[in-house]
């Protein structure tokens, strides 16, 4: 096994609050970047991915645990880390030769010695002759070449990349990947690991060697494991789509026990030891939703979900609270990446709309805890109106504030479509002005 270059130990994020209890974003993880690994960290919207990357590079400290670099503290170590980010970040004033110089010059480095290793790197990243071009004269993908060559001049031990290929169209993308994987199997570039946070569930089987999947609520390992399938990766194997399907899964299933890897790959699955209170709605509208399950039905009740992302010219990122909100509704299943409309969801998506309201509504108040509490905080109060506060001091003990506000905003829009309650923004409370639907009659009593 080889040793680590980055060690996490027992690493938490987390921010107080004037209560005894506290916003926790990273939950006590473990996790290790040893030479020779791409490794790739996948998670959910608001999972923690960039959070635990700016701990494991020492940008930011951890609330609890410490992270070493060779066995050292980090905060005492001299840390050889780079970073390659979404956005392309050059300097526009400068030229392609200059930007790359820059961070060898603010190490101090002397401008001949500089200017060598620069060009070198510019070569190797297929920049030759673009030297004195500025960044405004380049495409997309040539600046992010630029953001690869000025992260690598400095060569590091580690390269960090967040997201580095989202902001690029797919073909560019695609040709980036491939350059990167070469340039790493031959070793032509000075770095020992890669560490890849991406929402592309096909990018991090097609590169990485380790894969781990965070869950969110806060940010955990739900699973870590090695991928086995050897490169060059033919991304329609039965290995390669076994792994998508089952990393589709994880993240889709986020209350369930991560189901056992496909034969292809090995490594060990983390058990989820969360305790959840309120479920963490997703951001998605029921109008989303609506159409989502109008489409499905459209494909005979079922489709593969990445198939149904590229169909929609979406990021999988973007469809994922739709078939989260979808499933935590009852509307549909998600089973090995595939996602299947339930009777109720068919129901729903044929019906008119006061039919879907009907629908929606008996969903919500059966399956969203937060739904339930509003709608019978409520009936409880004489002159039928709560205050927002009350379910934001509940709330803000589970979530930060920002999610907080999301969370309620997402609960207002749901309760509105369901004709559950309305909402007065000028004066921050929920209200009913009529006569509850007789089918709430029944439903269950706040949970203790």
């Known amino acids: 096994m080889q040793p680590s270059i980055i060690r996490a130990q027992r690493v938490e994020k987390y921010y107080a609050q004037p209560s005894e209890n506290r916003i926790q974003v990273i939950s006590p993880t473990d996790l290790s970047i040893p030479a020779g690994e791409i490794i790739a960290l996948l998670g959910p919207s608001g999972s923690g991915k960039s959070t635990l990357m700016r701990m494991l590079t020492g940008l930011s400290k951890p609330s609890a645990g410490e992270v070493f670099w060779h066995e050292k503290p980090i905060a005492s170590a001299n840390v050889n880390v780079s970073i390659v980010f979404q956005s392309f970040a050059l300097f526009p004033w400068l030229t392609v030769l200059e930007n790359v110089e820059a961070p060898l010059q603010a190490r101090g480095m002397?401008?001949?010695?500089?200017?060598?290793?620069?060009?070198?790197?510019?070569?190797?990243?297929?920049?030759?002759?673009?030297?004195?071009?500025?960044?405004?004269?380049?495409?997309?993908?040539?600046?992010?070449?630029?953001?690869?060559?000025?992260?690598?001049?400095?060569?590091?031990e580690v390269l960090?990349?967040?997201?580095?290929?989202?902001?690029?169209?797919?073909?560019?993308?695609?040709?980036?990947?491939?350059?990167?994987?070469?340039?790493?199997?031959?070793?032509?570039?000075?770095?020992?690991?890669?560490?890849?946070?991406?929402?592309?569930?096909?990018?991090?089987v097609l590169l990485a060697d380790r894969i781990i999947v965070l869950g969110r609520n806060p940010g955990h390992v739900r699973t870590d494991f090695k991928v086995s399938i050897a490169h060059p990766r033919d991304r329609k194997a039965a290995a390669f789509t076994q792994l998508v399907d089952y990393i589709y899964k994880v993240l889709t299933q986020p209350d369930a026990q991560p189901p056992a890897l496909p034969q292809s790959s090995t490594g060990k699955r983390v058990r989820d030891q969360r305790l959840m209170h309120y479920q963490m709605l997703p951001h998605a509208r029921p109008g989303g939703i609506a159409g989502l399950l109008e489409l499905l039905l459209d494909h005979n009740g079922k489709d593969d979900i990445y198939k149904l992302a590229d169909d929609l010219a979406f990021e999988v990122d973007d469809l994922l609270p739709i078939v989260d909100a979808a499933q935590l509704l009852g509307f549909l299943t998600v089973t090995e990446g595939d996602a299947s409309i339930t009777p109720t969801g068919a129901e729903f998506a044929n019906s008119e709309i006061l039919r879907q309201k009907e629908l929606f509504r008996n969903a919500a108040v059966e399956h969203v805890l937060l739904l339930r509490q509003i709608v019978r905080a409520i009936e409880a109060k004489s002159d039928r109106t709560v205050s927002e506060e009350f379910f934001h001091d509940m709330l803000d003990e589970q979530f930060s504030e920002e999610e907080t506000l999301r969370q309620l905003e997402t609960a207002i829009n749901w309760g509105r479509y369901a004709e559950l309650f309305d909402f007065d923004a000028s004066r921050r409370r929920f209200f009913q002005s009529e006569e509850i639907p007789p089918e709430l009659e029944n439903s269950a009593e706040i949970d203790a």
Do not use: C
Request: a negative charge.
């Open 160 to 204: 960090f990349m967040d997201e580095p290929f989202s902001a690029l169209d797919v073909l560019t993308a695609e040709n980036l990947r491939s350059e990167l994987l070469e340039l790493w199997q031959k070793k032509t570039i000075p770095t020992q690991a890669i560490f890849l946070v991406t929402h592309n569930i096909e990018e991090a």
């Open 110 to 156: 002397n401008a001949a010695e500089r200017r060598k290793r620069s060009l070198h790197i510019l070569d190797t990243v297929g920049l030759d002759g673009f030297e004195l071009a500025y960044p405004k004269e380049l495409s997309g993908g040539m600046r992010q070449r630029v953001g690869f060559a000025r992260a690598l001049v400095v060569e590091p």
